[in-house]
């Protein structure tokens, strides 16, 4: 996650892209009144949640350079989303 944002942060610095600015992510906060399974199950929902967003976002821009070499975070978040939902099919 470190790396892609910063990818993400130095290209739309280096582009003039302004990104949405996010203080966190939405929903962790009921995070902290969940234990054991229920933790597991909103945690993953919310991680899946935010990374079809992020692709949906990756996949639909305008073109251009920036597009491109956000391009290159696609299967990176797409192999993180595969993993969130096969972890989130395991939580009986």
Same mark, same amino acid.
């Given at each position: ?10 290209? #739309? =610095? %280096?582009?003039?892209?302004? %990104?949405?600015?996010? @203080?966190?992510?939405?929903?962790? $906060? /009921?995070? =902290? ?6 933790? @597991? ?6 991680? *899946?949640?935010?990374? $079809? $967003? ?13 597009? #491109?070499?956000?391009? !290159?975070? /696609? ?5 993180? %989303?595969?993993?969130? =939902? !096969?972890? =989130?099919?395991? *939580?009986?």
């Amino acid at each position: 996650h470190t790396t892609s944002l910063g990818a993400l942060k130095d290209s #739309a =610095k %280096l582009f003039n892209v302004d %990104l949405p600015k996010a @203080d966190s992510t939405p929903g962790l $906060e /009921v995070l =902290k009144n969940l234990k054991g399974k229920a933790f @597991d199950k909103k945690y993953l929902m919310l991680a *899946i949640q935010n990374h $079809e $967003e992020i692709l949906s976002l990756l996949k639909g821009g305008g073109g251009g350079r920036f597009q #491109a070499i956000m391009a !290159n975070l /696609v299967p990176r978040i797409s192999n993180l %989303l595969k993993t969130a =939902k !096969n972890l =989130k099919g395991s *939580i009986r």
